[in-house]
């Protein structure tokens, strides 16, 4: 009996511990296990819509929406919502209504107003891109010289990987109040132009066809649209030709491309024979005879 007697009073210190206020909003107090019922409620908010944006983008969208970006800005909004609606909801079950939250929000719209602007400016272009969609998951974009893909757009910022496996954390006003080149915006389709120069003693319809040949043999060039050789024109020491291929499979590695069809390129050009010209610079001489040939004259 005394066992039970030290058992309850021990459960009652522990319940007047839990209900020991911590702070005051508005005229609700704010206790110990509100904190504790507002953190486990978060936490199972955050994991809730974890999974239903999983479950939109990978289940129940997947074969009702193509465009995978437009999954996964529905996935990230749905989250929002959810995320907006769990706290409203936590906040209401631990007796704190929106109207008690005017003191808390007027303090923090002072605090947007002098120091959170960033933050405040981030997250509503956050929302623009979800919205408007200028770039979406999957986009290959190029701002500010950096380029990528873009991997994940939060609510404060856009998470891009480059081909080197480097990860870009950029600011989601970047993409508004900046150029922003979307390489796949419409599609994945892309020309891409490759400059190549011979010797001024080719033919250049015989490079041409050479060229054109290494172009529709490489398995990354399209065959539609048609690609092309331009002759661009006579430069310093060298016929120049530009490449004009469209491809959707090495749109996000341009270089990739690039350096198959050099290589096979050269390879061509030396079994036709076919000369690529380099820089050359006649350089004139004078002897010590000639100098003072020169002075007599004068």
Same mark, same amino acid.
Not at 200 to 206: L, Q, S, V
Not at 209 to 227: A, C, T
């Given at each position: 009996m005394? /066992?039970?007697?030290?058992?309850?009073?021990?459960?009652?210190? +522990? %319940?007047?511990? *839990?209900?020991e206020p911590l702070f005051t909003v508005g005229d609700h107090s704010f206790t110990i296990s509100n904190m504790l019922i507002v953190i486990a409620g978060i936490s199972f908010v955050v994991i809730l819509s974890g999974w239903v944006k999983s479950l939109l983008i990978k289940k129940i969208l997947k074969n009702r929406v193509p465009d995978s970006?437009?999954? /996964?800005?529905?996935?990230?909004?749905?989250?929002?919502?959810? +995320? %907006?609606?769990? *706290?409203?909801?936590?906040?209401?079950?631990?007796g704190i209504k929106l109207g008690t939250l005017g003191v808390l929000f007027g303090a923090l719209g002072v605090g947007i107003g002098f120091g959170l602007q960033n933050i405040t400016d981030n997250f509503i272009s956050g929302i623009i891109i979800l919205l408007e969609r200028p770039i979406k998951i999957g986009d290959r974009v190029e701002v500010d010289d950096m380029k990528g893909d873009v991997i994940n757009i939060s609510a404060r910022a856009t998470t891009i990987v480059t081909n080197d496996n480097i990860t870009l954390i950029i600011p989601n006003s970047q993409f508004i109040s900046k150029t922003v080149i979307n390489w796949s915006h419409n599609d994945s389709m892309v020309r891409f132009r490759f400059p190549v120069g011979v010797s001024?003693?080719?033919?250049?319809?015989?490079v041409r066809?050479?060229?054109?040949?290494?172009?529709?043999?490489?398995?990354?060039?399209?065959?539609?649209?048609?690609?092309d050789v331009i002759f661009e024109g006579f430069g310093d020491s060298s016929l120049d030709f530009?490449?004009?291929v469209w491809t959707s499979k090495y749109t996000q590695r341009p270089s990739r491309l690039k350096s198959q069809l050099y290589y096979e390129i050269f390879k061509k050009f030396k079994e036709h024979d076919i000369e690529i010209p380099f820089p050359q610079r006649d350089v004139h001489i004078k002897t010590e005879t000639e100098k003072s040939i020169v002075l007599n004259k004068n």
């Open positions: 005394k /066992n039970l007697e030290e058992a309850f009073d021990t459960v009652k210190e +522990l %319940l007047s511990f *839990l209900s970006g437009l999954r /996964n800005t529905i996935g990230i909004m749905v989250r929002w919502i959810i +995320l %907006l609606l769990g *706290l409203f909801v936590i906040l209401d079950s631990v001024y003693k080719e033919d250049p319809e015989k066809k050479v060229m054109m040949d290494v172009i529709k043999n490489n398995e990354g060039v399209l065959k539609e649209p048609e690609p530009e490449l004009f």
